[in-house]
């Protein structure tokens, strides 16, 4: 279902009739409208005072300015048309726009100049990520316009102990002295520290079970980025249980809610006030606006029925259901699969340190291959691995070093990448062929972003029929084998069902079903390849000899490699 050819009809009707936002051009900040101070008169509907909305609107203007955004994108001008302004957001919203196309501002923007209305305080959005580096990246986004209008932003990631997290999010009343209050009467008082709240599934649903004071009831804004990857993963029921509390009647649309919520949830179960309370004059019953957005937004009716959009209204760029990035140009390398190390070498050299991100098919071959890489002295750049494996501090601060340019290249598996934005990265190498297309585009849209240059290149194995027969049916063991053979069997999985297929083949089949599908061999100098062999034959008999130490240590601290290395992460995560 998912992977439907490009001219497939939606099944779901709101789909076949989208905008296009191909249609729209940037506009500049001067001339969009409602961003413009005078056209707020046109809108009498405030619990604040014109002059103060003024000075918001002049201050948000200067923050974006601040940012280095001095025009919209077109998919944030086609948001911003839909969501702001006198019919501002009757419908929920669908984006399906390429990667770098700037959708994180395109929500924080229309989020964080309606809320500037607000008159009280309280928890008005909350913006889901899958991972945590996506979320604080979110973050900053929303950090760097919210407080120009007044508005707190605040972060639930699990990133400080739940005790700093709940000083950050819930406002406590001041004590005064020798007056004990019961901790059960302090909930009647807590008020919420933030308007605007930016989490990922786990730590919210902690926050929604446990920490008092911490409501949904006020919610405005919903916002599921990356959400096709945040609707394969239930996380702990956390989409119903976020619908069920900020339902607005009493009749629920999700029968079947109560039978999985935690019973701590029982106590926190609230009906969204009227709208007079929470601040909205003449409205009486603000609705939860859910916005969600991918670059592959999902078109399977029955995943997106999770969501229970409101009146859908789908905004999606072109006619092609997958778009890369405009000045987006890709590549491939063939090689005999043993080489393949060999080439990414020499392809790296080629690219002269370029800030360059390289994905492989799991974690453990982003170990390895980052492991050999860094065997290679001559290269002089400097490369680290970002896996699911990693402690979260440990990749925090690769992800800063590489962001900061101190490291060049990143070796990756895909799980964590998803919606990275790091600036100054020309080269994405997939090492290893992305099975679908959605990982290509995802894989890819880590460079040519926001209007900017840049190449995806993707090595394909020139596997010969015996060959792969051979070792598809000897299953060799990485103990037993000579050295060549054990590379081979790490950095290649050759699996019986591809064995008549060549990448190549599949590869061409894979990206016809995106619009820009063209590909042509990036040629790389053979004497700088061979330049690189007596290196590699080296570095694979330093590698082998690692692999195994890793091996005995992990066997010693008792470390359950399989069990780990078997789907999941240490942190939970897909491979
Ligand atoms: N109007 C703008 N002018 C200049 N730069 C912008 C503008 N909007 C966004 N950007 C920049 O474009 C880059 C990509 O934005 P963003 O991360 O929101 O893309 P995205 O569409 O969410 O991509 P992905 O699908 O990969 O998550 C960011 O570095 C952001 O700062």
Sequence with gaps: MEELNKKTVPILPWMRIPIDVSLYEDCPLETLPCLDPSSILLVPEFDISISVLVEFLIRLKVALQNMGISSLFPVQVAVWQETVGPSSCERDVCINSPTGSGKTLAYALPIVQMLSKRAVRCLRALVVLPTRDLALQV???FAAVAPAVGLSVGLAVGQSSIDDEIAELIKR????????????DISQELQSAVDILVATPGRLMDHINTTKGFTLEHLCYLVVDETDRLLREAYQAWLPTVLQLTHTNHESHFPCVNTFLPSTFGSLKTIRRCGVERGFKDKPYPRLVKMVLSA??????????????????FLTTGQSRYKLPEKLESYKLICESKLKPLYLVALLQNLGGEKCIVFTSSVESTHRLCTLLNFFD???????????L?????????????REGEIQVLVSSDAITRGMDVEGVRNVINYDMPPYIKTYIHRAGRTARAGQTGRCFTLLRKVEGNQVVRLTAGNPSPR???????MLHWFTTLRPSSAHQWDEKRFKKLLKKADNNSCPVHPLPSNLIESHRPVYLFALEKLKETV???ASWKRKIGFKYSRMGKGKGINGLKK
């Design 378 to 388: 001559d290269l002089k750049i400097k490369i680290k691995e970002y896996s699911g």
């Design 296 to 313: 592959t937004l999902t078109q399977d009716p029955s995943k997106l029925a999770q969501l229970n959009l409101y009146h859908p209204l």
């Design 173 to 184: 009343p001041k004590l005064e002295a020798g007056i004990c209050y019961d901790s059960e």
């Design 139 to 141: 973050k900053e986004v």
């Design 390 to 402: 990693q402690r979260q501090s440990v990749r925090s601060k690769t992800l800063k070093a590489f």
């Design 548 to 550: 195994e130490s890793e």
């Design 480 to 486: 037993t084998q000579p050295v060549g053979c054990v």
